[in-house]
């Protein structure tokens, strides 16, 4: 059974579930341990979602563009998930776009400094372009 989590978009494999345990949480899998225990299958059902594989994925190119791939369990699929260029939807594949054009533009203007998040302190008062990008990758739900 594979499980996605619906903020993270994170898909997992468990194996069972220890009803008869519920302090135990999900058990058969142990990357899914640090995740924490869950009381009921209601708390679970908060945070995740069954997962079915789907039959074609979208990816983004080296220069930007947006593929379409066949899901076949390859290397190639799998190291794309293994970084998150693995989308269920062109939709989600093009947000994922944006976002990556937004941090350049932060990062270019020094609003965004290095690989960490750092708010350069001179950025007082953004524009709404900046607001904008900064909305789109730190604030809000998706």
Not at 16 to 32: C, H, K, M, N, R
Not at 77 to 87: A, C, Q
Not at 113 to 129: A, Q, R
Request: negative net charge; hydrophobic residues 30%; contains cysteine.
């Amino acid at each position: 059974m594979k499980l996605k989590n619906k903020k993270t978009g994170e898909i997992i494999e468990v194996e069972s579930l220890d009803v008869d345990s519920p302090t135990e949480g999900i058990v058969g899998i142990p990357s899914f341990d640090r995740k924490g225990s869950y009381n009921s299958l209601a708390e679970l059902n908060e945070e995740w979602e069954d997962y079915e594989y789907p039959e074609e994925y979208w990816y983004i190119d080296y220069d930007g563009g947006i593929l379409c791939g066949e899901s076949d369990d390859s290397s190639a699929e799998k190291m794309m998930i293994s970084i998150g260029n693995h989308f269920d939807s062109l939709e989600e594949a093009e947000k994922a776009v944006e976002k990556l054009k937004a941090w350049k533009r932060l990062k270019d203007k020094g609003i965004i400094n290095g690989n960490v998040f750092t708010m350069n302190l001179n950025w007082c008062k953004p524009d709404d372009d900046d607001w904008n990008d900064y909305q789109l990758l730190f604030g809000g739900e998706e």
